[in-house]
Structures are given as structure tokens and as C-alpha cells.
Nanobody
């Protein structure tokens, strides 16, 4: 079965850290660009960070620059989002997306709640 599973969310206090995982089954992530998105209640979905497939380059939104880091482990067939110095405004449901040409998969959301 082809699926993408996001995990690692939780509740932390402001300034804390979490590491989200996006694991693939049924296909390999090697050639896919992986993006992390989030949606907070009452807000539109926002792109957070992405990592490309060829050289591992990453891009991050200004709102998380310097705090969030995306990495991939092709051996584990997974991508990670390390989130440090979390702020209450980072509270959202986080999703991962795998994209390669016309092929795309979405993982289910994992909730991140940051309290002040």
C-alpha cells in the first residue's frame, strides 16, 4: 500500500523543540521533493519548508527560517522536520507532501501545539 505517514507532533511550551517525521511505504522517496505544510485553525495552508531530491537543498519560509530544519534519510525512506525555538504561532496541523513530476502524495496531519 502506498502511503505517507507524518508523526511526531505533540504539545510543548514556547521555546521547546519537536521533530516531525514523514515516512513513506510502498514507494521510495529518493526522487521526490518533500514539502512540509501547516494549517492553523481559521487560516489557509502555509508552506513551511521543503527539500529537493537531487542535491538535498532546502527552502524555508521566512517565519521559520533559522528555527526549522528539513533533512532526509534515504536509507530510512523518511524526511524529518526539526523544529526548535517553537512559538505559539507555530501551533497548527503539519502535513508532508511528496512530489515527483505528476506523482504526488500527502501524509495525514500531525498536530503541533505550542503554549506560551
Amino acid at each position: 500500500q502506498v502511503q505517507l505517514v507524518a508523526s511526531g507532533g505533540g504539545s510543548v511550551q514556547s521555546g521547546g523543540s519537536l521533530r516531525l517525521s514523514c515516512a513513506a511505504s510502498g514507494f521510495t522517496l529518493d526522487y521526490y521533493a518533500i514539502g512540509w505544510f501547516r494549517r492553523a485553525p481559521g487560516k489557509e495552508r502555509e508552506g513551511v519548508s521543503c527539500i529537493v531530491s537531487n542535491d538535498g537543498s532546502t527552502l524555508s519560509a521566512d517565519s521559520v527560517q533559522g528555527r526549522f530544519t528539513t533533512s532526509r534519510d534515504n536509507h530510512e525512506n523518511a524526511v524529518y522536520l526539526q523544529m526548535n525555538s517553537l512559538k505559539p504561532e507555530d501551533t497548527a496541523s503539519y502535513y508532508c507532501n511528496a512530489l515527483w513530476g505528476a506523482s504526488t502524495y500527502w501524509g495525514q496531519g500531525t498536530q503541533v501545539t505550542v503554549s506560551s
